[in-house]
């Protein structure tokens, strides 16, 4: 057994609570067990975290346990959620779940956009393709992380360090300050060189550190463990943005 399975009583437990069907179609067939806070996020695989759904509703399951449980389980389709709220199209169904909600209308559509299947099909598809193209994965394998079997792996004496480099600039340290400092202590950039302003720069504005992938122009959840925080990163941006610096331009929430 992995160790993220579900024990099989877990599994049989979940199965009685939910009358053998699919807890968002309430389909009979094909089912399987999804964890609503991922394992790689510090899910368990216990009962509480467990739920059934089947293969096809499992397959475009958003990662985000928010929209798992507000959206995605709410609603089997876009359709029923339309007539749920006796709206004209999606978009006005979407403002009254958020207004239901609570959230920002801005702020939910964009993290429903962020967890689309063919959001996250697209940037792998981009970065498998690239990888057979060219040997990698169309970006310099960033400092903090390996690239092993088309997943990025946290290296952890290199995570430690873009931790610093982040609690250094929001300390408010300059770019400059952060490259004297890593050099006199030695420490290598990932070609073995020395940093500068640039190396500094760039990992300050790579969503990667907080759990997204950018290819081209579309951002998703990454699959990779986060090494930064999101607040610590939007803060950044700030920070850069108030010093006449270009930040990264997402808007991540
Ligand atoms: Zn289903």
Same mark, same amino acid.
């Given at each position: 057994m992995r160790e993220n399975d579900f024990h099989s009583l877990v599994k049989k437990l979940a199965l009685q609570r939910t009358d053998h069907r699919c807890e968002r179609c309430w389909s009979e067939r094909d089912l399987e067990f999804h964890h609503i806070t991922p394992v790689k996020l510090g899910g368990k695989s216990t009962l509480d975290n467990c739920i059934v759904l089947c293969h096809n509703c499992h397959n475009i399951a958003p990662q985000d346990p928010f929209l798992l449980i507000n959206y995605f389980?709410?609603?089997?389709?876009?359709?029923?959620?339309?007539?749920?709220?006796?709206?004209?199209?999606?978009? =006005?169904?979407?403002?009254?779940?958020?207004?239901?909600?609570?959230?920002?209308?801005?702020?939910? /559509? /964009?993290?429903?956009?962020v967890n689309k299947p063919s959001h996250v099909y697209a940037v792998k598809k981009g970065m498998r393709e690239s990888v057979k193209k060219k040997g990698h994965a169309g970006f310099n394998i960033p400092f903090g992380y390996d690239y092993i079997n088309g997943e990025l792996r946290i290296i952890l004496d290199e995570a430690k360090i873009v931790k610093d480099i982040y609690s250094w600039y929001l300390s408010g340290r300059s770019m400059g300050e952060i490259v004297k400092m890593l050099n006199m202590a030695k420490i290598p950039t990932k070609k073995g060189g020395v940093w500068a302003k640039k190396t500094i720069s760039t990992i300050l504005k790579n969503p990667l550190y907080c759990g997204y992938l950018k290819w081209n122009d579309i951002i998703s959840k990454g699959q990779q463990r986060s090494i930064v925080e999101l607040n610590s990163f939007? =803060?950044?941006q700030k920070i850069i943005e108030k010093q006449g610096g270009k930040p990264a331009n997402l808007d991540l929430d």
């Open positions: 389980l709410k609603f089997a389709s876009i359709k029923e959620m339309i007539k749920h709220y006796n709206a004209k199209n999606e978009e =006005e169904a979407t403002r009254s779940l958020s207004k239901e909600l609570g959230f920002d209308y801005n702020a939910l /559509k /964009k993290r429903i956009e939007n =803060e950044v």
